[in-house]
């Protein structure tokens, strides 16, 4: 019991250092957990989770292919991929033995503004419409899920109604919310557009919706547009039949009456998608790539999580090093310059095991309240933590992981207080009588 006395009565006596080894011990206790369930997390999300995707596939222009891009030409229509092309991929799919769960598609045309209708949010140069085919972009879903994939980014409608890909709405359209506020246009409101490459051909819709993005414009595709048509918020969207059934698309014609298609092979796995984008490479055209909107968008929700582990795992092994060179530092100073405490407990009959017990005790009285402390707090605060640091998504600890940190805490505290044991078997018996010799030595040279 005099030797748990005593070792208290030591730590009380330097009370600073006992209540910085502790905290320190917290600290690092604290963020090994927190770390080890970020990066568990992290792991999760690009291996188990990723591989769970049933990704869709679409083929898509480069960015070097779009960047070639002349808006005021319609020739750049022959650039555009047929159904022709689309069936030969498809053959990929059943020669593969793939079964898809789905097929969806889109498809775009430049339609043209009207006298006394919609008028386009004007781009920064803009050009005839005979060069460009019109001032809008009519674009066209299948699905709700085509709709998600939408290239000119994610919308969300705000007023009114989505689109009726049943047909209950034949003529039904969503357009964005700054053009309904530049033409002071409400849902169920009528609006004419006219055919890309015949003026007096036009049609009409029904305002169904109104929408609104929810995220950045790509560069070239917001206010910053050359051509009118190329502002994303002058993109009416409509449902796939609706397009297909109003006569302006002609797939087989010229000029920008064709159509920009767009298919979207859903895939059951990841293994079937990459399956297919191994095989139909060979058969891509020069200037496209086979690209998945849902492993982009799932990548990009992780992101946080991927940069924030990246930071982690340096901030841990920094902690982790810088941790462990100061709670050696203090078991240092904590048995420095006790010669005369170990050598006065000796002379009393106290053995070194009893010592080097007492010394144990004083480091492992901070550092286990402190591991303990650290590890409730890692165990109770990492997932909200975490949550908030990586961009919502889910950190959760688990006992694996408690258990985890636990031990290699326990182990590296015991080699700290082995350490500091060793110092009473450091302790010379010479050094008791040093003095004493020291002064007979003196007293015979007189």
Not at 228 to 249: F, H, P
Not at 426 to 442: H, I, M, P, V, Y
Request: proline share 2%; glycine share 10%.
């Amino acid at each position: 019991m005099f030797v748990l006395k005593n070792a208290w009565a030591q730590l009380i006596r330097h009370k600073w250092r006992t209540l910085l080894t502790l905290i320190v011990t917290t600290v690092v206790a604290f963020g090994s957990l927190f770390g080890l369930s970020i990066g568990q997390a992290n792991t999760t999300a690009t291996t188990t989770d990723r591989d769970a995707l049933a990704p869709g596939a679409v083929v898509r222009m480069t960015a070097a292919q779009q960047a070639k891009r002349d808006g005021a030409d319609p020739d750049w229509t022959k650039n555009y991929l047929s159904t022709n092309d689309y069936n030969d991929y498809y053959a990929v799919v059943t020669g593969a033995s793939i079964t898809l769960s789905n097929v969806n598609a889109s498809m775009s045309i430049p339609v043209r503004q009207t006298s006394g209708s919609v008028q386009a949010i004007a781009g920064t140069d803009d050009q005839d419409a005979d060069k460009t085919g019109g001032e809008f972009t009519l674009k066209a879903f299948t699905s709700v899920q085509t709709a998600r994939d939408n290239d000119l980014g994610s919308y969300t409608v705000v007023k009114g109604k989505h689109l009726s890909y049943s047909g209950n709405a034949p003529k039904g359209a969503l357009i964005s919310q700054a053009l309904a506020d530049k033409n002071n246009l409400k849902v169920g409101d009528e609006i004419t557009v006219a055919s890309p490459t015949d003026a007096s051909k036009t049609q009409k819709l029904t305002v169904r919706g109104i929408y609104q993005y929810n995220d950045e414009a790509a560069a070239g595709q917001g206010s910053d547009a050359k051509l009118a048509k190329d502002n994303r918020d002058n993109a009416i969207y409509v449902a796939y039949n609706t397009l297909y059934t109003t006569g302006l698309t002609n797939e087989k014609g010229s000029g920008w009456e064709v159509p920009d298609l767009s298919y979207v092979f859903e895939f059951s796995s990841m293994k079937d998608y990459n399956t297919f984008k191994t095989k139909a490479a060979k058969k891509i055209a020069k200037g496209y790539e086979i690209s998945s909107p849902t492993i982009t968008k799932y990548e990009k929700k992780i992101a946080p999580l991927t940069e924030f582990n990246a930071t982690m795992r340096t901030v841990t092994v920094a902690l982790l090093a810088g941790g462990g060179v100061l709670l050696l530092l203090f078991v240092l100073l904590g048995v420095a310059r006790r010669s005369g405490e170990i050598g006065t407990a000796l002379v009393c009959g106290v053995t070194r095991g009893l010592i080097g017990w007492q010394f144990m005790l004083e480091v492992f009285i901070p550092t286990l309240v402190g591991l303990a402390i650290g590890l409730l707090a890692g165990g109770l605060s990492a997932k909200p933590l975490g949550a908030a640091l990586a961009g919502g998504y889910a950190t959760p600890v688990t006992g694996a992981m408690v258990w985890h940190v636990a031990w290699i805490g326990l182990v590296s505290i015991l080699v700290l207080a082995v350490i500091a044991a060793l110092r009473t078997a450091c302790f010379g018996t010479g050094t008791l009588f040093k003095a004493r010799e020291n002064d007979r030595n003196t007293e015979a040279t007189a």
